[in-house]
């Protein structure tokens, strides 16, 4: 009987003592790796970063048709813009901007076809429509800095 509690006891502690050295080992395995930040092209000044934006995916825009890198920048367009939106959204002082309503629109219009039809150019309208509220984004943000 002491043999059978004895026994019982040695297995109780035993699976205790497992079950304690594998999430002992599971969390300095989850802490030991470096962690990495995502890499920002943003530098956190918000006019400067418009402005580049803004020059940037108007090159994207006058991309012609039949370019050969076409889905290359299409890959860096929306890299881009989601790190812009991404980084600018959720500041109280910039997002009641226009500049940056008016750059959010402009975004999500490109982007949206970007995704949706990512075989096709974007069409003649949506470059006129991108081209102006770019070009509108770029002088409100200048006026408002």
Do not use: W
Not at 26 to 36: A, D, E, K, Q
Not at 75 to 103: C, H, P, W
């Amino acid at each position: 009987m002491l043999v059978k509690e004895i026994s019982e006891l040695f297995s109780k502690f035993f699976a205790k003592a497992i079950s304690f050295i594998i999430c002992f080992s599971i969390f300095f395995s989850l802490f030991n790796y470096p962690s990495y930040a995502a890499k920002t092209s943003m530098t956190g000044d918000y006019a400067k970063d418009t402005i580049s934006v803004v020059e940037t995916l108007q090159i994207a825009v006058d991309t012609p048709k039949d370019s050969p890198d076409k889905d290359s920048i299409r890959d860096e367009s929306l890299a881009l813009i989601t790190d812009y939106i991404s980084r600018y959204r959720n500041r109280g002082m910039v997002n009641k901007t226009q500049s940056f309503t008016t750059m959010q629109t402009a975004l999500n219009a490109m982007a949206g076809h970007y995704k949706n039809f990512a075989a096709r150019p974007l069409p003649d309208k949506l470059k006129e429509r991108l081209t102006k509220e770019f070009s509108l984004a770029e002088k409100m943000v200048l006026r408002e800095s």
